[in-house]
């Protein structure tokens, strides 16, 4: 069974920082595409981050930039989202997402999905 289960949602303030996390089974990160989506009340879901299959790279959306970090770790089957100097406009829910493509950068290309954990900027 596939299953991925991310934590560390919450409100902060403009400015502030968060940590997500997502533990995944069934799923090898040496075989999957990772990545990280988010989605507000009444918009498409949008890819934020994710890391090749291929070779690794990163790829972040333009609106996180300079701000948002992804990263895995291993040995543990987790990767993580760091975000800093969040935005009100970053406010949605997340999502981990895993997909055999080379990226899951777009919903089509995620075969599994996280049942997400909501993020507020607010001040």
């Known amino acids: 069974e596939v299953q991925l289960v991310e934590s560390g949602g919450g409100l902060v303030q403009p400015g502030g920082s968060l940590r997500l996390s997502c533990v995944a089974s069934?799923?090898?990160?040496?075989?999957?595409?990772i990545g990280w989506f988010r989605q507000a009340p009444g918009k498409e879901r949008e890819g934020v981050a994710t890391?090749?299959?291929?070779?690794?790279?990163?790829y972040y959306a333009d609106s996180v930039k300079g701000r948002f970090t992804i990263s895995a770790d291993n040995t543990k089957n987790t990767m993580y989202l760091q975000m800093n100097n969040l935005k009100p406009e970053d406010t949605g829910v997340y999502y981990c997402?895993?997909?055999?493509?080379?990226?899951?950068?777009?919903?089509?290309?995620?075969?599994?999905w996280g049942r997400g954990t909501q993020v507020t900027v607010s001040s």
């Open positions: 997402a895993a997909g055999l493509s080379v990226v899951v950068a777009h919903v089509p290309e995620v075969d599994y």
């Open positions: 069934g799923v090898s990160f040496e075989t999957y595409a």
């Open positions: 890391i090749a299959h291929a070779d690794g790279s990163k």
